[in-house]
């Protein structure tokens, strides 16, 4: 595999994102010097993807806090409490974000020493381990999910779900990478995933750049390439995993997997344990993030709709477990009944 751009990167005290709106015709690292600016990141999707923004929050409640470590300890878990409040108000629906930032402060709480410099180094301790815990789940996904792709298939995903998501090998590409680097042959359609295209900039970009067969598809031809017999197997990703099995993940993937199941087609989503959420019941509970009319109105920087027309403009659908052939996470491939099998493994 292509070394792609690192999405994040912590060094020496300093937070670097791969401002993703700026691929595929640029490749710009951006030094986070505040909470204001991180939040900004998350929320403009500079920094995107589930367990991506996990990560970034671990770190950007780091950045937060940096000035603050002359404060007493019971101050500083106050400063704590605020600054990751804020962060987790950048975007509501992928839950990795709110579980990063509750690790980490929980950390902060069960840490026995009473300077809060020695506080603030147990934490970016604790960050990193969030970081290099999702560099190996993304490649225990892979290893779970490789044996589904075989020989001559067809494999499509939507959105991104692939190293640009994580700061890994990615959830539903990870099994891909792992494939094509056993030297099966096979082909991925990428979905260019309207109103952003994050299949389009992101997903088709990366794959083309790591050597793999990839055909980017407009979000409206997946009915006909699926009629024609040329997809055997999707694989998405998602942003949260309700207790249930219902899935939410990028807008128009309900629509791929309705398709999948009329044409036959097994239909599975790869997350990592992050992004399983046992305390939400079902998916009707998930809050849906509804974004700007901007991105609909507008291709790119030109306007494509009437001045002044009503939009409609989720971000997220959430896919019913009756729909789902298996969940590929670090543990194995969980299959129905979702919720007896989510709990056997999570709870």
């Known amino acids: 595999m292509t070394q792609l751009p690192q999405t994040i990167r912590w060094n020496e005290g300093t937070l670097y994102l791969l401002d993703q709106t700026k691929l595929p015709l640029e490749v710009v690292e951006e030094k986070q010097e505040t909470a204001e600016q991180i939040w900004n990141s998350i929320e403009q999707l500079k920094v995107r993807g589930a367990p991506a923004i996990g990560v970034a929050g671990a770190y950007g409640l780091l950045v937060a806090i940096q000035k603050n470590t002359g404060l007493n300890k019971e101050e500083f878990l106050q400063k704590i409490e605020e600054k990751a409040d804020y962060l987790d108000s950048a975007r509501p629906t992928a839950v990795n974000l709110k579980w990063a930032l509750d690790r980490m402060q929980n950390s902060a709480k069960l840490f026995p020493g009473a300077e809060s410099k020695d506080l603030y180094k147990h934490l970016e301790e604790e960050a990193i381990r969030i970081h290099e815990e999702d560099v190996q789940l993304c490649l225990k996904m892979g290893v779970n999910g490789v044996g589904l792709i075989k020989e001559g298939m067809g494999v499509l995903t939507h959105c991104n779900a692939g190293a640009l998501a994580t700061t890994g090998i990615g959830t539903a590409t990870a099994p891909m990478y792992l494939a094509h680097q056993s030297g099966v042959k096979f082909r991925v359609y990428a979905d260019e995933t309207r109103p952003l295209l994050q299949g389009a900039r992101l997903t088709s970009w990366e794959l083309q750049q790591s050597g793999l067969d990839v055909t980017l598809l407009t979000d409206n031809m997946a009915a006909h390439i699926m009629s024609k017999g040329l997809i055997d197997l999707v694989i998405t990703g998602t942003d949260r995993v309700a207790a249930n099995g219902d899935v939410a993940n990028k807008i128009g993937t309900h629509g791929v997997a309705i398709l999948a199941k009329y044409f036959g087609i097994p239909f599975y989503v790869a997350c990592p344990y992050s992004t399983i959420d046992l305390n939400t019941t079902e998916g009707s509970e998930i809050v849906i993030e509804e974004r700007k009319a901007e991105e609909v109105t507008h291709f790119g920087l030109r306007r494509t709709?009437?001045?002044?027309?009503?939009?409609?403009?989720?971000?997220?659908?959430?896919?019913?477990?009756?729909?789902?052939?298996?969940?590929?996470?670090?543990?194995?491939?969980?299959?129905?009944?979702f919720g007896d099998n989510l709990s056997k493994e999570y709870l």
């Open 305 to 337: 709709a009437p001045e002044k027309i009503k939009t409609c403009n989720p971000a997220f659908d959430v896919t019913p477990k009756e729909l789902v052939t298996g969940l590929i996470t670090e543990k194995g491939i969980i299959r129905a009944p």
